[in-house]
């Protein structure tokens, strides 16, 4: 696979390595009534869609930038993607 | 006064070898430091960059030249550069901070690495077999930089000029990294 | 008597005669022959045996599809089983033996599996080999693993190098034959970066074995006319004897180039290089695969496929018989007899499935029987005569069989792509889906007529480059004269009453096809793995086909809705050793050395491998034989004076920003937020899911500005956790990392004189007295005149101990000065064995404990884990299942009997409890021998075990035979209140 | 239709005309007592031990493509019983029982085929990590054998002793483990069931769960809807595709594992080998051809294919122990979509939905479990508790803290 990297441009996705669904960057609240249960449906429930999927890769083998990948996990075509920092700053601005 | 001193040494103590038309060549004399842009810092780094090296900041995958200690900024992440310059003394964060002052977080790497440079003009007939950046000058024109593997070790590559490329990877994996440089010569060449 | 089948013509080398080897027959050829050519040339018609019935088989094909002739190719560990003599390119000096049969090819035992073989119908071993139970694994399994297989493995090491490599382009032109050439001119001569790609050592496919001429040239001459053009190009590189065997994900596709293949000796070059495509565009031109028509024993040397046989007679001028006959259902096979009875070949026959008239000019002296059927035919170790359907035997020692073209749709359909069927060329074509960038051009997207393969490459051509950019070029498409190409899909003789072949090496025949078909096998999936058709080192390229019309026919469903089985890549077989690559032996990794290495190799240390790093596990001396005598003197002598070890290798992590406190805070369970400046702190870092993830120790040089360690197992994976944290969880937190690991050459020293030892070499000016750089103090030091170094004051021996980092250049040098400096004190170096004793001694967990499934709270530190602050991992490590009132607790054992040797990974039995896994209490982790108190100690994780101190339990430990009495004991072995580390 | 060596004989002397589908195709039936969803391994081993040994008959297996498509006909076909926790030994070890006993049991030759499987170590920790799982398996009644590096010099003199970078130890042998012909385990569970009534179902997609009151009441169809007083799902990789319909989320990832198999080779590997140091697994099929295997992918997905790093990864691990391979040739790769759970381990269980059951989350690991699988979920499904070697796999051990984690890499499926 290629990811196109935001800045550096198509880069082999070996260079990369994966975490998951990019929920993962919404931790929960840890002062929150129901915070256990928040913890475990952040950590260990998934959507696993069969098509387009936001996740988590880690350009370790470049940049060192997570990012936002926007993957068909059908096709394995992939959309868009973005830096997971900016994903967050702009998720947290909402808020 | 301790009657101790300690001899510095370089990672592959110098190593040089011509194959048919192509050069692998240790690099040392050089020192890198890290420069960390803090959050909203980078405009008091560019002034201080300016001012000193008269260079910008570059993009991540570009560097740039000075003229100042032959110095190379080197873009290597949105809030990480690389500075590469003549120095062999010890501390080669105090030449930079002298320059810089507290506008960037500061890291000295120049023992973290091994330099080569591979040039002649079979270079990326050799390089070919062991980086997958693409390196013809339409997409890797001189100036550009990328951090990427080779033969399972992590490699910043620089196109410095035509058919001459510097290649930086982890110091203690140096002897490993100069074999598959040269395995690639001797396959190729 | 040589070359008796060689005839006039061809493009081989007469004057550079090759000498080889088969079956120890010496024989000749020429430079340019194939070994199945030269073999034909030779008369060689039979050359190996079928996988299950041990048939006699024949040279079958002219290319990469062939399913017959696999031979084993040269000798000793050069030994290469399943070669294809139909691709292997004739040297000088070649050695080949044919395959899979017991005693001389021509008179093999095991073709008494022939006489049996109506109980060897499709799937009879699932039905049967099951009474009595026992005999399956002593008597059946092994009779049937004594056939398995074709060729041999010499079982020695590959001799052969391989190399790999990454390749850029615009365009990626897959099969160099007329389309391929069409293509690659219009691309290169648009200016895009192209790349030609053809399997033979000969570029111009099907142009070198046609008699068809292109542009008033012969097809031959305008290949190597079109190749002059495209070899001058800069931007236009040319590869033969490589094959484009995958298409991947994103334009990716996998190369193999076989370098040296058709060379005696590699010379130390790489044999094969295995390549990596990134393009933006490839145009597949990978041309058609003739199939042949199923009729009874169409098996036998000398029927082949029609093309190839003139292929053999038009390139290589080998004649594969005297007397030839053609089977046909389509115009293209009568090109067979026309090309031979041009040269002169008699053709005994041409027998045309089809009604109505002779397509061309009929040769003379052929029989011609159009609607005709071929029923069997005769021969033992070759085929002699055929007998039609209306009885009439027709002499031939060579029939050539043609049941239409399959365009080589393989690569379209190795992501999602399903070809689509085409009945006016009865074959499936590329259908939707294609791999992306691809495009398909010539006969492999079913342009099956010499002219439209040649302007279809063009066009295709122009206009991929047009997509990207670039103004295709005003050239027209060379051309070609006309031909027909008529074909009405006709795939076995049901008058057939023998065996009628499919899949030529597995031995599937049509009646297996119909008896898969009884038995509900009749999904081509189930087809396929019931009969094992297309399962053999062909993977079925000639019998799929044929074989699916036949379940159609049996399920009365039309072809393209029986489908096909999904093609998988390599579109033909790969050496894995090119899969390799370099990564074998030592080179299979990269080997880390820390910068004391070369020191350390002086000293004779024994290196153990830890992740990439080579660290030296002891230093023997003079009179030790025994790695235990090495490490309990480097550990008494540690304990009584000093001793330095190399800890490079473990991770550290530059952290600065201005939130740099409060991020370590987060991401240690423990509270960081408040350590002073000058100090070090132990922290323990949690997975979110609460479990241990690493411990290590974070120096505050600066209010902006901490050193942390991590173990050397997880210095990667903890980075990539914290930079997770920066740039995910917390972007607004102003926090850099960068890894220091590589940049400084860190020891620890330890013992009663390490201060003194350290004395020697600081720099007066920096004052390291107990009282100035207590337990967990750190800074900026300078030492022997002036180098700069970090200080740290901590433990992992429970001795007096510093660690001492200086950059990387003066490691070597460093641990020199440092023995120098401990002559005085009897310095010892020590290496990882000795770290351990020491670490188990002082009840430190280590890569045994922290093995991802424990809790701080298993290991006695769930104190530490804060509840006062958000960090990663503290809320979910209050789960009641973390917190089990009989859970693990890591604590120390030693045995009743101290003359006893405790055991790592014994499992905990309360006494009197039978020992299973129900009353299975916990295990022990960590075992050393302790010289300071003289005999086996141990750390466990027992339940309850920080409430059960002193109690003996069992430690067993069925695998290796034993069992003992062990005592639960605290896992501070020595110096419980930590004395020594603060003295 | 018994199968044995006469009837093969008798067949044969008689052309063969005697022989039947070796399971019927049905239409479906508007009700059934139970409804497996899934025609894999697992599904069948469910009906026919449903059926068998429980004595429900009334069963609808509804398989969307061919039975035995999934994973079941895409495995490296690994059979053995070596793990660690106690949660998951005696499970595998009665699936282990099971395959010792299986063709007789249901009369059809899947080639049970113990030739040991070894796994080994390079480390003295990976010997320590080895002694605890043998020692754990011996405590629940498996066969373990831990060897030195001659014991292993010994089974396989053709591994790289002599130049390894990461050289070999030992070992931790299963004498008892081995492989099994995987088309077989479904086509002969399919044709037990099917003797015992099920109803077999091809092409048949579930496209909706009918769920009323918080209880499943059946299934809807590609042939129409179907009633069940239970349905019990079973499709591994579609496991959260299908657990979505009734909006359920899981803690299961897909992904992709890719296989290979090499031209056929006359036999050189007697059993199946593991490399401790690098992603490889192997052995030697009845047929001759060298089956391996190696590490996921490592990306959600759902396409039965993968990339060519780990094709890379994986021969490098294959050359790195044994080079005496470099010679012989890939022939095949393919890839299937496995359930990768949280903590590595597989559900059989209940769902808060009633009648509404789920068996997933297999990992790569499937294959060696269908028996036991086949079995505890019939015994779930027709008592409604689990059977005792399968209490651990329940759907709330995330949030109880219960993991069932064996290598210790916590909720990052990729790493399972």
């Not at chain 3, 049967?128 to 002593?138: C, D, R, S």
């Not at chain 3, 920096?766 to 022997?784: K, V």
């Not at chain 3, 990882?832 to 298993?858: C, F, P, Y």
Request: hydrophobic share 40%; charged share 20%.
């Amino acid at each position: 696979m290629i990811i196109n990297h935001p800045l550096l441009g198509p880069r082999d996705a070996a260079e990369f390595v994966y975490k998951g669904d990019a929920s993962l960057i919404n931790r929960p609240d840890w002062q929150a009534d129901d915070a256990a249960e928040l913890f475990h449906e952040y950590l260990y429930l998934r959507d696993n869609p069969a098509g387009e999927h936001r996740e988590l890769w880690y350009h370790e083998q470049g940049d060192r930038s997570w990012l936002i990948v926007t993957r068909n996990t059908l096709t394995h075509d992939i959309s868009k993607v973005e830096f997971a920092r900016d994903v967050a700053l702009a998720e947290r601005s909402k808020k | 006064m301790a009657k101790f001193t300690l001899t510095a040494n370089t990672p592959l103590g110098g190593f040089s070898h011509d194959f048919k038309g192509v050069s692998i060549s240790e690099v040392n004399g050089r020192s890198i430091v890290s420069l960390a842009t803090p959050l909203g810092g980078k405009e008091a780094v560019s002034k201080a960059l300016a001012k000193t090296y008269k260079l910008e900041i570059p993009e991540p995958g570009k560097s740039t030249v000075s003229s100042l200690d032959n110095a190379v900024l080197m873009g290597m992440a949105q809030d990480q550069t690389f500075l590469v310059f003549d120095h062999t003394e010890d501390k080669p964060i105090d030449v930079v901070s002298k320059h810089l002052k507290d506008t960037a977080f500061l890291t000295d790497q120049s023992d973290s690495y091994v330099m080569l440079r591979v040039s002649g003009e079979n270079s990326r007939s050799v390089l070919e077999r062991i980086c997958p950046i693409d390196l013809h000058p339409s997409v890797f024109p001189e100036g550009s930089v990328s951090r990427t593997i080779m033969e399972h070790l992590g490699t910043v590559i620089v196109h410095e000029k035509a058919n001459t490329f510097l290649l930086m990877s982890a110091r203690s994996s140096a002897k490993s990294f100069l074999e598959a440089v040269e395995v690639s010569a001797l396959n190729t060449v | 008597m040589n070359q008796i089948n060689r005839i006039d013509g061809g493009l081989i080398n007469r004057s550079n005669k090759l000498n080889f080897n088969f079956n120890g027959q010496s024989l000749e050829g020429y430079e340019g022959d194939t070994l199945a050519s030269a073999l034909l040339a030779n008369g060689h018609r039979m050359v190996g045996r079928s996988f299950k019935y041990h048939r006699p088989r024949g040279i079958f094909s002219a290319g990469s599809e062939e399913p017959n002739a696999l031979v084993q190719l040269r000798t000793g560990a050069y030994q290469e089983p399943n070669t294809r003599a139909t691709v292997t390119e004739l040297f000088h000096g070649l050695e080949a033996t044919s395959q899979n049969h017991r005693g001389s090819l021509k008179y093999d035992l095991m073709a008494v599996n022939d006489l049996f073989s109506s109980f060897l119908s499709a799937g009879f071993y699932y039905k049967t080999f099951m009474w009595p139970k026992a005999f399956w694994e002593k008597f059946y399994e092994p009779v049937i693993r004594a056939a398995a297989g074709l060729g041999r493995l010499s079982g020695e090491d590959d001799p052969d190098i391989y190399d790999k490599g990454f390749l850029h382009c615009d365009v990626l032109v897959v099969g160099a034959g007329a389309a391929g050439l069409s293509a690659a001119l219009s691309a290169g001569r648009a200016g895009a970066r192209v790349i030609v790609m053809d399997e033979d050592f000969c570029m111009g496919g099907r142009l070198n074995v046609e008699t068809l001429s292109v542009d008033d040239k012969s097809g031959s001459e305008w290949a190597t006319q079109a190749l002059a053009e495209l070899s001058a190009m800069g931007n236009v590189r040319l590869m033969t004897r490589t094959t484009a065997y995958g298409a991947y994900d994103h334009g990716i596709v996998g190369a193999l180039e076989r370098v040296t293949d058709h060379l005696i000796s590699s010379e130390k070059k790489p044999r094969q290089i295995l390549w990596r495509v990134y393009t933006k565009r490839t145009i597949l031109c990978a041309g058609a695969t003739e199939r042949p028509i199923a009729f009874g024993n169409n098996d036998r040397p000398g029927v082949m496929l029609a093309g190839a046989v003139r292929a053999y007679v038009n390139r290589w001028g080998a004649l594969p018989g005297k007397r030839v006959a053609v089977f046909t259902n389509n115009d293209d096979g009568w090109r067979t007899a026309t090309d031979l009875a041009a040269k002169g070949v008699e053709i005994t026959a041409v027998i045309d499935s089809r009604d109505g008239q002779p397509p061309v000019d009929v040769p003379k002296g052929a029989a011609i029987v159009m609607g005709g059927r071929i029923v069997d035919t005769k021969g033992r170790h070759g085929i002699r005569s055929f007998t039609l359907s209306n009885g009439q035997q027709i002499p031939a020692d060579c029939l050539a069989v043609s049941g239409g073209w399959s365009p080589n749709v393989q690569l379209t359909c190795h992501q999602r792509g399903r070809p689509t069927w085409r009945e006016d060329i009865a074959a499936f074509v590329p259908g939707g889906e294609l791999p992306q960038g691809m495009s398909v051009a010539g006969a492999a997207s079913g342009n099956l007529s010499l002219s439209s393969v040649l302007l279809n490459g063009h066009d295709i051509g122009n206009s991929v480059v047009s997509d990207l950019g670039f103004t295709p070029s005003k050239v027209k498409s060379s051309s070609s004269e006309e031909e027909t190409t008529g074909i009405s899909a006709f795939w076995h003789v049901r008058e057939s009453k023998v065996r009628a072949w499919l899949d030529l090496q597995n031995d599937v025949t049509v009646k297996d096809v119909k008896l898969s078909h009884q038995e509900g096998f009749r999904s081509v999936e189930h087809l396929k793995r019931y009969t094992t058709l297309g399962m053999a080192t062909d993977q079925g390229k000639t019998a799929n086909i044929p074989a699916l019309a036949v379940m159609a026919e049996c399920t009365g469903k039309s072809l393209p809705e029986t489908g096909t089985t999904i093609f998988r890549p390599p579109y033909t077989p790969v050496a894995i050793g090119a899969l390799a690559g370099r990564a074998r032996g030592k080179d299979f990794r990269p080997s880390r050395l820390s910068p004391s290495h070369s020191w350390a190799e002086e000293q004779g240390a024994v290196f153990v491998e830890a992740d990439m790093w080579y660290r030296a596990q002891w230093f023997p001396r003079t009179g030790e034989t025994h790695w235990r005598q090495s490490v309990d003197r480097e550990v008494t002598q540690t304990r009584a004076s000093v001793g330095v070890c190399d800890v490079t290798t473990l991770g550290k992590i530059d952290v600065q920003g201005r939130d740099a406190a409060e991020f370590l805070n987060k991401v240690y369970a423990n509270a960081f937020a408040k350590l002073p400046v000058g100090k070090v702190r132990y922290g323990i870092m949690l997975r979110e899911d609460g479990i241990m993830m690493d411990d290590g120790t974070s120096a505050r040089f600066a209010e902006n500005h901490f050193v942390m360690t991590t173990t050397t197992a997880n210095a990667v994976s903890v980075f990539r956790h914290m930079e997770f944290c920066r740039q995910c969880l917390w972007p607004e937190m102003d926090v850099h990392l960068i890894s220091s690991t590589e940049q400084y050459a860190q020891f620890a020293v330890a013992g009663p004189n390490a201060r003194k030892l350290l004395q020697k070499v600081v720099d007066s000016d920096h004052d390291i007295s107990n009282e100035a750089f207590p337990f967990m103090a750190c800074g900026e030091i300078t030492i022997c005149g002036g180098v700069p170094a970090r200080l740290f004051r901590i433990s992992f021996s429970g001795e007096l101990a510093y660690e001492i980092a200086v950059p990387t250049r003066y490691g070597d040098s460093l641990v020199r000065t440092l023995m120098a400096a401990g002559e005085e004190f009897d310095v010892t170096p020590y290496g990882t064995e000795s770290l351990g004793v020491m670490r188990i001694e002082k009840g430190h967990a280590a890569g045994n404990e922290l093995n991802g499934q424990t809790t701080a709270r298993d290991l006695g530190m769930g104190r530490m884990v804060s509840k006062k602050k958000d960090s990663i991992g503290n809320t979910l490590s209050e789960r009641d299942g973390l917190n089990l009132e009989n859970g693990l607790s890591l604590v120390g054992f030693r045995p009743v009997n101290r003359s006893e040797e405790l055991k790592a990974g014994s499992h905990f039995i309360t006494k009197g409890n039978t020992a299973n896994m129900a009353n299975d209490e916990g295990w022990m982790s960590s075992v050393a021998f302790s010289p300071n108190l003289g005999h086996s100690i141990g750390l466990g994780f027992i339940k309850r075990g920080s409430e059960r101190m002193g109690e003996v339990v069992l430690a067993t430990d069925p695998i290796r035979g034993g069992e003992m009495d062990v005592e639960i004991v605290s896992a501070h072995f020595i110096d419980p209140e930590g004395e020594r580390l603060r003295g | 239709m018994k199968y044995s060596g006469f009837k093969v004989i008798k067949e044969a002397l008689t052309g063969h005309k005697g022989w039947k589908p070796v399971w019927r195709t049905p239409k479906p039936k508007k009700e059934y007592d139970v409804i497996i969803v899934g025609g894999g391994g697992h599904g069948l081993a469910t009906a026919y031990y449903l059926a068998k040994e429980f004595g429900i008959t009334n069963i609808a297996v509804l398989e969307k493509g061919w039975i035995g498509s999934g994973n079941v006909g895409r495995n490296t076909t690994i059979v053995r019983s070596n793990y660690l926790l106690p949660g998951n030994e005696p499970f595998y070890e009665f699936s282990m029982k099971l395959w010792e006993n299986l063709e007789q049991d249901f009369n059809y030759n899947a080639m049970v085929s113990q030739r040991g499987i070894l796994n080994l170590f390079h480390n003295d920790a990976g010997r320590d990590a080895y002694a605890r799982r043998g020692n754990s398996m011996m405590l629940a009644g498996a066969d373990a054998v831990l060897l030195d590096q001659e014991g292993v010099r010994k089974m396989y003199p053709c591994l790289d002793f002599e130049n390894a970078r990461f050289p070999i130890k030992g070992g931790l042998l299963q004498p008892r483990g081995g492989t099994v012909r995987h088309d077989a385990v479904a086509w002969g569970y399919a044709r037990g069931a099917d003797n015992h009534g099920v109803d077999i179902i091809q092409n048949c997609e579930v496209t909706g769960m009918n769920i009323e009151n918080g209880v499943c009441t059946g299934v809807e169809t590609s042939q129409g809807s179907i009633k069940a007083k239970k349905v019990a799902v079973c499709v591994a990789g579609s496991s959260s595709r299908v657990m979505s319909m009734a909006g359920m989320r899981l803690p299961i990832e897909s992904h992709v594992l890719q296989a290979f198999v090499s031209e056929g080779l006359k036999p050189i590997l007697p059993g199946v080998v593991t490399f401790g140091a690098g992603h490889f697994y192997v052995s030697q099929s009845d047929k001759g051809g060298l089956v391996f295997g190696g590490d996921i992918d490592g990306y959600n997905t759902y396409a039965q294919r993968g990339n060519l790093p780990v094709v890379e990864d994986v021969c490098e691990g294959g050359m790195a122990l044994m080079p005496m391979i470099g010679r012989a040739r890939l022939l095949r790769m393919w890839g299937g979509v496995m359930d990768m759970s949280m903590d590595g381990s597989p559900f059989i269980d209940k769902t808060h939905i009633n009648g509404l059951y789920f068996n997933g989350g297999w990992c790569y690991g499937g294959f060696k479990a269908t028996p036991a699988s086949g079995w505890c979920y019939a015994h779930l499904l027709a008592k409604d508790e689990p059977h005792p070697v399968a209490t651990e796999y329940r759907l709330d051990r995330f949030r109880r803290g219960a993991m069932l984690d064996e290598k210790g890499v916590g909720a990052q499926p990729n790493l399972h």
